[in-house]
T-cell receptor, first 114, second 114 residues
Framework: DAGVIQSPRHEVTEMGQEVTLRCKPISGHDYLFWYRQTMMRGLELLIYFNNNVPIDDSGMPEDRFSAKMPNASFSTLKIQPSEPRDSAVYFC????????????FGPGTRLTVT | GENVEQHPSTLSVQEGDSAVIKCTYSDSASNYFPWYKQELGKGPQLIIDIRSNVGEKKDQRIAVTLNKTAKHFSLHITETQPEDSAVYFCAALRIKAAGNKLTFGGGTRVLVKP
């Protein structure tokens, strides 16, 4: 398996623009997680899905952020409108078990909002 | 919710020496404690984990200890090598009915000097 795939790897956009980050989890995994990493706040869980259904979105910072998982092999994280403080590395991760199992992280998307 | 504290934030060691990273957690019901290693430009990768029914686990040069009474756990790296230089994250998880939400520590940047 190719692992968790994220695109784009880098995104530079202007404040106010819409940004869409994409993720393809590992085949067979039924949990998908979106994280944000910054120097100030570390690794933060934004939202996670189980069998394509959002389970916990309490980490989503505000209404400008939304996430979808239309099928088992694809998820998006959208920011609209984007702001400079959204600049961070966004990671997608997947796992196959609700129990004590490894989360496999993608390479991340580095987002810069100017 | 769960809160995980990690110390130190940075650690510099001479090649061949040992490195120790410590974490504390707040939720006594947490029962799974993984450690992730993040190299520059990559997503975190699981290196070792420990469950609450085990006090210590070792994998080659890496070992993790868990003290449930004190609610703390530690990562030990012996005979450090330059390739051990990375950011290390501890995490804690409490299995819930609907998912496996990890709470991460703030990370420790380890530098192994040759």
């Amino acid at each position: 398996d190719a692992g968790v795939i994220q695109s784009p790897r880098h995104e530079v956009t202007e404040m106010g623009q819409e940004v869409t980050l994409r993720c393809k989890p590992i085949s067979g995994h039924d949990y998908l997680f979106w994280y944000r990493q910054t120097m100030m706040r570390g690794l933060e869980l934004l939202i996670y899905f189980n069998n394509n259904v959002p389970i916990d979105d309490s980490g989503m910072p505000e209404d400008r952020f939304s996430a979808k998982m239309p099928n088992a092999s694809f998820s998006t994280l959208k920011i609209q409108p984007s702001e400079p403080r959204d600049s961070a590395v966004y990671f997608c991760a997947s796992s196959y078990d609700r129990g004590q199992s490894e989360q496999y992280f993608g390479p991340g998307t580095r987002l810069t909002v100017t | 919710g769960e809160n995980v504290e990690q110390h130190p934030s940075t650690l510099s060691v001479q090649e061949g020496d040992s490195a120790v990273i410590k974490c504390t957690y707040s939720d006594s019901a947490s029962n799974y404690f993984p450690w992730y290693k993040q190299e520059l430009g990559k997503g975190p990768q699981l290196i070792i984990d420990i469950r609450s029914n085990v006090g210590e686990k070792k994998d080659q040069r890496i070992a993790v200890t868990l003290n449930k009474t004190a609610k703390h756990f530690s990562l030990h790296i012996t005979e450090t090598q330059p390739e051990d230089s990375a950011v290390y994250f501890c995490a804690a998880l409490r299995i819930k009915a609907a998912g496996n939400k990890l709470t991460f520590g703030g990370g420790t940047r380890v530098l192994v000097k040759p």
